[in-house]
T-cell receptor, first 109, second 119 residues
Framework: GNSVTQMEGPVTLSEEAFLTINCTYT??????LFWYVQYPGEGLQLLLK?????DKGSNKGFEATYRKETTSFHLEKGSVQVSDSAVYFC????????FGAGTRLTVKP | GAVVSQHPSWVICKSGTSVKIECRSL??????MFWYRQFPKQSLMLMAT?????????EQGVEKDKFLINHASLTLSTLTVTSAHPEDSSFYIC???????????????FGSGTRLTVV
């Protein structure tokens, strides 16, 4: 079945460091791919999405490119801030939505 | 944009009682709704998919007699945790998808979640 494998954390970075969180997927069809962010005690917020191969999703300085050849959708940000501290989930949508394990990011000043 | 309201946001109940969680699509008709469960510091696990007017489809390992799902209208789905026990304590999140995939998130809109604590 469809699934998402996500780099597990926790990840701790200093402010202004470069962030990469790896995500790969397995799917029988052509899914849409998402990154969600969850702040403590809250629900999910969509961070970015890509609906077809080679699409790049971007938002708030975060980017991810849908790579069909490597079945990947890695999340990147060039300079993280303390306010980016949260849990990040990679997700795949085909007939339903499946989530990766989540990566907890802590950014220290 | 599309909004899904989930209520209550938190609930504490005694062991053996039942708890109902509501998920409403406020400005669109949700033909399909999904219920997820999230344990502390873990990912969201899909529990079931419900289509309006039909029985829910449960994921493997989810007890359908324990977690009753009703999707009686295009704007409301409910999850009832029956005879709750402490191990049912968790964060429950619903999401809804509109007909034709309209709305945010390429069709998926999430509620803000319900934290259930069974004592």
């Amino acid at each position: 079945g469809n699934s998402v494998t996500q780099m597990e954390g926790p990840v701790t970075l200093s402010e202004e460091a470069f962030l990469t969180i790896n995500c790969t997927y397995t799917a029988t069809g052509y899914p849409s791919l998402f990154w969600y962010v969850q702040y403590p005690g809250e629900g999910l917020q969509l961070l970015l999405k890509a609906t077809k191969a080679d699409d790049k999703g971007s938002n708030k300085g975060f980017e991810a490119t849908y790579r069909k050849e490597t079945t990947s959708f890695h999340l990147e940000k060039g300079s993280v801030q303390v306010s980016d501290s949260a849990v990040y989930f990679c997700a795949l949508s085909y007939n339903d939505m499946r989530f990766g394990a989540g990566t907890r990011l802590t950014v220290k000043p | 944009g599309a909004v899904v309201s989930q209520h209550p946001s938190w609930v504490i109940c005694k062991s053996g009682t039942s708890v109902k969680i509501e998920c409403r699509s406020l400005d669109f008709q949700a033909t399909t709704m999904f219920w997820y469960r999230q344990f502390p510091k873990q990912s969201l696990m899909l529990m079931a998919t419900s289509n309006e007017g039909s029985k829910a489809t449960y994921e493997q390992g989810v007890e359908k007699d324990k977690f009753l799902i009703n999707h009686a209208s295009l704007t409301l789905s409910t999850l009832t945790v029956t005879s709750a026990h402490p191990e049912d304590s968790s964060f429950y999140i619903c999401s809804a998808i509109a007909a034709g995939g309209a709305g945010t998130n390429y069709g998926y809109t999430f509620g803000s979640g319900t934290r259930l604590t069974v004592v």
